[in-house]
């Protein structure tokens, strides 16, 4: 087990974000967290990666880390790359890259540069561009980029997909599947199909708590039920139940 959540809490003042939430993440495994907006899923990640105070145990290759900093998780190997991308708008897109180095802090590098311009070519002929000038899909492509230059052990991510076109997230989830085959990631998505496509498990979040969780193909089978937790009108009638439930 290389990422252990047991009875998470988290509160902002008198909101109760995350009620008690119990999520695993193995070595090799991709676990994708899905629900609402205002669910608690990016909580969860912010809570696992140091960034708001949280209760309950945290657990990360067998050690207790709550409590621990963000830069401290980072030269551990957990990598969180946030919603809304957060390059460095005066930096150019190589520059960008190299400050993966410093949350890699010596471990050994899995992914290099030319790694990622392999598995990101629009990123290639950017090199020299500012952070500024960018898209919101180059920019996401960027922020993907540096967090594997981390060496990342756990790649946290958040909304891949928010505001990209078709065609993006396409070029996106498909490094994420190059990735996935060496890197264990914790994905918070809105697109239930692409994240389901890539993940091996799926926990499904409302209101702070976990209601449902199987292992992907199951809540793919159960699209209909999934869609009704995540308030999606086109659901369609007569899918069973039988996953596990939550309490």
């Not at 009875?7 to 991709?30: F, K, N, P, Q």
């Not at 809304?84 to 992914?111: I, K, W």
């Not at 060496?151 to 928010?162: G, H």
């Amino acid at each position: 087990m290389l990422l252990e959540l047991r009875d998470l809490h988290v509160h902002y003042g008198s909101t109760h974000a995350v009620r008690g939430a119990g999520i695993t993440v193995s070595a090799g495994e991709v676990v994708c967290l899905l629900g609402p907006n205002g669910a608690g899923k990016t909580s969860v990640l912010r809570a696992v990666s140091g960034l708001v105070p949280s209760e309950g145990a945290i657990t990360f290759d067998g050690q207790d880390v709550r409590g621990w900093s963000p830069a401290r998780l980072a030269r551990a190997g957990l990598i969180h790359v946030p919603e809304g991308r957060h390059v460095f708008p005066t930096l150019s897109v190589h520059e960008n890259l190299q400050m993966g180095d410093v949350a890699r802090a010596g471990r050994a590098a899995r992914y290099g540069y030319d790694d990622v311009y392999d598995l990101l070519p629009a990123l290639r002929r950017l090199r020299r561009r500012n952070g500024y000038a960018l898209s919101g899909g180059e920019q996401q492509m960027v922020a993907l980029g540096r967090a594997l230059i981390a060496a990342p052990r756990l790649l946290l991510l958040d909304e891949p997909s928010l505001g990209l076109s078709p065609a993006v997230t396409a070029t996106v989830y498909e490094a994420l599947r190059a990735v996935a085959a060496e890197t264990p990631i914790l994905l918070v998505e809105q697109k239930t199909s692409d994240a389901l496509d890539l993940a091996d498990r799926g926990v499904v979040l409302v209101a702070g708590e976990i209601v449902l969780r199987g292992a992907a193909d199951e809540l793919v089978d159960r699209q209909a039920m999934v869609a009704s937790y995540l308030g999606q009108r086109d659901a369609q009638p007569g899918t069973s139940p039988s996953l596990q439930r939550s309490s």
